[in-house]
C-alpha cells in the first residue's frame, strides 16, 4: 500500500516505520498519490501563536477571547481536553478550566502569520481557497509534473514547512472533493493528515452522524432529527424529492452530500464577506462614556483587521443586545469605502446617538461590510469635515508607532474610558 512519511518525506509500500529516517508518523492509503483536493487546518492557530511567542505558556490551558461574558475564539488543546471549545461562553470555559491563562486576539499578528502560510501555498498552487486565517482548500492537480512530487507529498512538505519557519501545526485532509477534504482535516488533529478515497467514500460516511455535515448547526440538526435523520444513513432512505420538499434547497445538498458527492471547485479568493468585532458586557450597562469607550476599541479592532487583509468596507454596523435580550442592528452606508478606525467609530457613534436607549445593553458590536480591496479605500476625505485627512495622517502614524513598539504603545484617550 502507498506509504508516506510525514517527517523526511520518503515515500514507500511497506513497513510500520520509515525506511529511511525510521520515525512511525506514516500516512499511508491505496488512493494516497491520486487524490488532489485537501483542506489545510491550523491546529488552535491563535493559542499556537500565543505559545510559540511565550514559551511560559507552552503546557499551560490557554483561552484565547474576551471577559467573563464574552466568548472564547479558540483553545490551545491542554483547555480542550478539559471540555473548552470555540464559541463556548467565556464563564463556562472558566468554570471547566480554572487555570487557564486567558489572552486578548492579536489579529495584526495572527494576520501577518496568514499571509506568511498563503505564500507557501502559493508556491504550490495557485488554486487555493482561503475560509478564514487559519484554514484554506487547495486544488493540486495537475501538479505533479511541476513538483516532481503528488500533492499528498507536497502537503506533508507544506505542514514540515509551517512547523520549522513558522513554529505553527496544521493538519491536513486529502480526498476528492472539498467536503470530505474538510471533514478528513478533522479526523486527526493536531498534526493529522487524513485520507479519504473514491472506493471508500459511502462506507466512511453511512454510519456518521449528519451533524459532520458543515454547515448543519443546532437548529438544522433539530430539523434533520425531528424527521429521523440522524445519520448519513439515514438520508439515504430519502428520495431527492422528499428532502428538497422538506428542507428546501438544503434538502439538495443534503442527497448529495449523503452520497459524498461534492461538485464545487476551490474558488481562489472567494470574497470574505464581512469584519466584525463584538464584546460583551460583563455588567448590563448604559453608561454613555463607557459605551462610546468599547465602540472605538471595537472600531479600532475591526479597522486593524482590515488594514491587515488588504480589505475596506462601504458599510457600517452597530449592533446592539439589550439586557432582555432583544437585538438591535443598524447600518449606515458610506460614500466611500474605508478602513480607518476614526471614520468606522464616528460612523458606528452617529448610528448609536440615533437610537433610543430603552433598557442597559450586555452586548456591543461593530462592522464592516460590502467590502473591497484597500486600494480603493479612503481616496476622497470628507470636504464637510476639513479635519478628516489630519486624523487619517495621525491613523497611520499611530499604526506605524503600534508595529514598531506593540499595541499598547500608544492609546486614544477615549479607549481607557
Given at each position: 500500500?502507498p506509504?508516506?512519511c510525514?517527517d523526511?518525506l520518503?515515500?514507500?509500500?511497506?513497513?510500520?516505520r520509515?525506511?529511511a529516517c525510521?520515525?512511525?508518523?506514516?500516512?499511508r492509503?491505496?488512493?494516497?498519490f491520486d487524490?488532489?483536493?485537501?483542506?489545510m487546518?491550523?491546529?488552535a492557530?491563535y493559542?499556537?501563536?500565543?505559545?510559540?511567542?511565550?514559551?511560559?505558556?507552552?503546557?499551560?490551558?490557554?483561552?484565547i477571547?474576551?471577559?467573563?461574558?464574552g466568548?472564547v475564539?479558540?483553545?490551545?488543546?491542554?483547555?480542550r481536553?478539559r471540555?473548552?471549545?470555540?464559541?463556548?461562553p467565556?464563564?463556562?470555559?472558566?468554570?471547566?478550566?480554572p487555570?487557564?491563562v486567558?489572552i486578548?486576539?492579536?489579529?495584526?499578528?495572527?494576520?501577518d502569520?496568514?499571509?506568511q502560510?498563503?505564500?507557501?501555498?502559493?508556491e504550490m498552487t495557485?488554486?487555493?481557497?482561503?475560509?478564514?486565517?487559519?484554514?484554506?482548500?487547495?486544488d493540486l492537480?495537475g501538479?505533479?509534473?511541476?513538483?516532481g512530487?503528488?500533492?499528498?507529498?507536497m502537503?506533508a512538505?507544506?505542514?514540515?514547512?509551517?512547523?520549522?519557519?513558522?513554529?505553527?501545526?496544521?493538519?491536513?485532509?486529502?480526498?476528492?472533493n472539498?467536503?470530505?477534504?474538510k471533514?478528513?482535516?478533522?479526523?486527526?488533529k493536531?498534526r493529522?493528515?487524513?485520507?479519504i478515497?473514491r472506493a471508500?467514500t459511502m462506507?466512511?460516511l453511512?454510519?456518521?452522524?449528519?451533524?459532520?455535515?458543515?454547515g448543519?448547526g443546532?437548529?438544522?440538526q433539530?430539523q434533520l432529527?425531528?424527521?429521523?435523520?440522524?445519520t448519513f444513513?439515514d438520508?439515504?432512505?430519502?428520495e431527492?424529492?422528499?428532502?428538497?420538499?422538506?428542507?428546501?434547497?438544503?434538502g439538495?445538498?443534503?442527497w448529495?452530500?449523503?452520497?459524498?458527492q461534492?461538485?464545487?471547485?476551490?474558488s481562489?479568493?472567494?470574497?470574505?464577506?464581512?469584519?466584525?468585532?463584538?464584546?460583551?458586557?460583563s455588567?448590563?450597562?448604559?453608561?454613555?462614556d463607557?459605551?462610546d469607550?468599547?465602540?472605538?476599541?471595537?472600531?479600532?479592532?475591526?479597522?486593524d483587521?482590515?488594514?491587515a487583509?488588504?480589505?475596506a468596507?462601504?458599510?457600517?454596523?452597530?449592533?446592539?443586545?439589550?439586557a432582555?435580550?432583544?437585538?438591535?442592528?443598524?447600518?449606515?452606508s458610506?460614500?466611500?469605502?474605508?478602513?480607518?478606525?476614526?471614520?468606522?467609530?464616528?460612523?458606528?457613534?452617529?448610528?448609536?446617538?440615533?437610537?433610543?436607549h430603552a433598557s442597559?445593553?450586555?452586548?456591543l458590536?461593530?462592522g464592516?461590510?460590502?467590502?473591497?480591496?484597500?486600494e480603493a479605500a479612503?481616496?476622497?476625505?470628507?470636504l464637510l469635515?476639513?479635519?478628516?485627512?489630519?486624523?487619517?495622517?495621525a491613523?497611520?502614524a499611530t499604526?506605524?508607532?503600534?508595529?514598531?513598539f506593540?499595541?499598547?504603545?500608544i492609546?486614544?484617550?477615549?479607549?481607557?474610558?
Open positions: 500500500m506509504a508516506l510525514r523526511c520518503t515515500t514507500f509500500d511497506d513497513g510500520a520509515c525506511p525510521g520515525r512511525p508518523r506514516i500516512t492509503h491505496p488512493e494516497l487524490l488532489s483536493i485537501a483542506h487546518d491550523c491546529d492557530f493559542a499556537s501563536v500565543e505559545k510559540r511567542d511565550n514559551p511560559d505558556l507552552a503546557d499551560k490551558p490557554v483561552i477571547g474576551g471577559g467573563r461574558r466568548v475564539s479558540t483553545a490551545c488543546y491542554v483547555a481536553i471540555g473548552v471549545r470555540s464559541a463556548m467565556m464563564f463556562q470555559a472558566l468554570k471547566l478550566c487555570d487557564a486567558v486578548r486576539p492579536r489579529m495584526q499578528v495572527y494576520a502569520i496568514s499571509r502560510i498563503r505564500a507557501m501555498m502559493e495557485p488554486a487555493i481557497e482561503p475560509l478564514s486565517l487559519d484554514e484554506a482548500f487547495m492537480t501538479t505533479a509534473r511541476l513538483h512530487h503528488p500533492p499528498a507529498v502537503l512538505r507544506l505542514v514540515r514547512r509551517m512547523r520549522d519557519e513558522l513554529g505553527i501545526t496544521g493538519s491536513i485532509g486529502l480526498s476528492h472539498k467536503f470530505l477534504a471533514v478528513a482535516s478533522d479526523l486527526d493536531p493529522g493528515f487524513s485520507v478515497g471508500e462506507d466512511f453511512r454510519d456518521r452522524p449528519v451533524r459532520l455535515i458543515w448543519v443546532q437548529a438544522a433539530a432529527e425531528h424527521a429521523g435523520i440522524r444513513r438520508l439515504l432512505r430519502w431527492q424529492r422528499d428532502l428538497i420538499a422538506r428542507f428546501g434547497s438544503m439538495n445538498r443534503l448529495h452530500l449523503a452520497r459524498g461534492d461538485t464545487r471547485r476551490v481562489r479568493d472567494s470574497p470574505v464577506k464581512s469584519i466584525s468585532n463584538e464584546t460583551t458586557f455588567t448590563d450597562t448604559a453608561d454613555p463607557l459605551l469607550g468599547h465602540i472605538w476599541r471595537l472600531a479600532e479592532k475591526v479597522a483587521r482590515a488594514k487583509t488588504g480589505k468596507g462601504r458599510v457600517v454596523t452597530l449592533k446592539l443586545k439589550r432582555d435580550h432583544k437585538l438591535l442592528t443598524r447600518r449606515q458610506l460614500r466611500d469605502a474605508t478602513q480607518m478606525a476614526d471614520v468606522i467609530y464616528r460612523t458606528a457613534r452617529a448610528l448609536f446617538d440615533q437610537t433610543a442597559p445593553y450586555r452586548l458590536g461593530v464592516l461590510s460590502d467590502l473591497c480591496g484597500a479612503d481616496l476622497s476625505g470628507d469635515d476639513p479635519q478628516a485627512r489630519a486624523r487619517a495622517r491613523e497611520r499604526d506605524d508607532i503600534r508595529r514598531k506593540g499595541e499598547d504603545a492609546l486614544k484617550g477615549r479607549a481607557l474610558r
